[in-house]
Every structure is written in C-alpha cells, then in structure tokens.
C-alpha cells in the first residue's frame, strides 16, 4: 500500500506505579487525517466515497464502503461498510501514521450494527495494525477483535489492537477490513471516530 500520510505528535501523558518502580506511560496520540471522518462532505449514504487521508483495498472490483449522514457517533459523518456480492470477498479502510521500532501503539475506533441490514452468516469486520518498512513492503502484522451478527445495533462499542513496531518498522498502518464469508451482499456496519496513540511505557 503506497498512499502518502501525515505526520505529527500531540503530547498527552499519563503515569501509574509498578511493583515498587515508578513507570509513566505515554498516551501520545499520533495525528491522523481526518480520524472523525468529516471530509468530503456527502448527503445520505454515499458507497464508494473515499475518505480523506485513508484508502480502500479490495480484493475485487467491488468497494461497497463510503460515508454516510445517516449514522454517526460524533460530527456529522461516519464510515458505512456494506457487505460484497461475492462469496469470500473482502474490503477494507487504511491510514499510514509514523512509527518507530521498539515503541507501543493502539490503534481505536467505535463501530455499531446497522438495525435494518446488520452483519449476517459468518461474515465478520477486524482492526489489524500492519508494520510496513522504509520500502513499504510489510514486515508483520497484528489483529484486534472481531465483530460479526452480534455486534448491538443501540450502542456504539470501542475496539483496540495495540502492538510494539518491531524492527525496521517505518510506518504503521491502522486497517479495518470487513469479511464478506456467506453474506452474498447482505449486512452493514459503521464506525466512526479512529484514533492511534503511542502507549510505550518509560521508567
């Protein structure tokens, strides 16, 4: 994946005690491009609108994810993912941020059922957090928590992968992908509010 990203770092911090050995963990939240999905500006549900400063991937023709006014945790627009017509597919989100080899990041974002059309079958949704080097090529990656047919369709829910960039990490890349299975084009999610922190502890 080869899209440009921003870069920048806003301080926040925060400290606990371990077992005797003082050690402050820091909640450093990486900026990312436009993480309440703002922009551009659309009417309704639009499939297929790109949000700015993230990217789709597919492993088709098909995108069925775009924004939408219809739902919405916060502002006014969130990401509407639609199940894919073809059995097996899959489709997703990404935004690159900067990382380095060694320190922790959490990769977040709140997503709820659609009431009408909510996730079928065996399809499911899963944030991963993919550690890319200076080429772009993928060294690794690490997978969050699954959503499927029991995700509510009333209240939104946090979810969160977090791992240590390992070594040669460059950029990391904050990825949400939707598995169609058997779900034959049937069911949607939403989800809104992305953030990426760095969480790497020091004493």
């Known amino acids: 994946m080869s899209r440009i990203y921003s870069s920048g770092i806003l ?17 450093a939240e990486v900026e990312m491009v436009n993480p309440g999905f703002e922009s551009p500006k659309v009417v309704g549900e639009s499939l297929g609108t790109e949000p700015e400063g993230w990217f789709y991937f597919t492993s088709g023709g098909q995108t069925k994810v775009g924004l939408t006014t219809t739902k919405k945790r916060s502002g ?22 900067p990382a380095e080899p060694g320190r ?6 709140y997503v709820i059922n ?9 399809s499911y949704a899963q944030v991963s957090i993919e550690w890319q080097d200076s080429t772009g090529s993928e ?8 959503w499927n047919f029991k995700l509510s369709p009333l209240k939104w829910e946090r979810v ?20 169609t299975k058997d779900a034959a084009g049937q069911g949607k999610f939403y989800l809104d509010d992305a953030a990426v922190k760095d969480t790497t502890e020091k004493e």
């Open 11 to 27: 301080a926040l911090a925060w400290g606990c005690l371990v077992t005797g050995a003082s050690v402050q963990v820091s909640a």
């Open 76 to 97: 006014s627009q969130a990401v509407v993912f639609a199940a894919l017509d073809a059995p097996d597919s899959y489709q997703g989100l990404a935004q690159k941020f």
């Open 104 to 109: 922790r990041y959490e990769f977040s974002l």
């Open 114 to 122: 659609d009431a009408m059309e909510p996730i079928v079958g065996d």
């Open 139 to 146: 060294i690794t990656r690490n997978w969050g928590p699954t």
């Open 160 to 179: 969160v992968v977090g791992a240590e960039a390992p070594e040669g990490t460059a950029v990391g890349v904050a990825v949400v992908t939707f598995f």
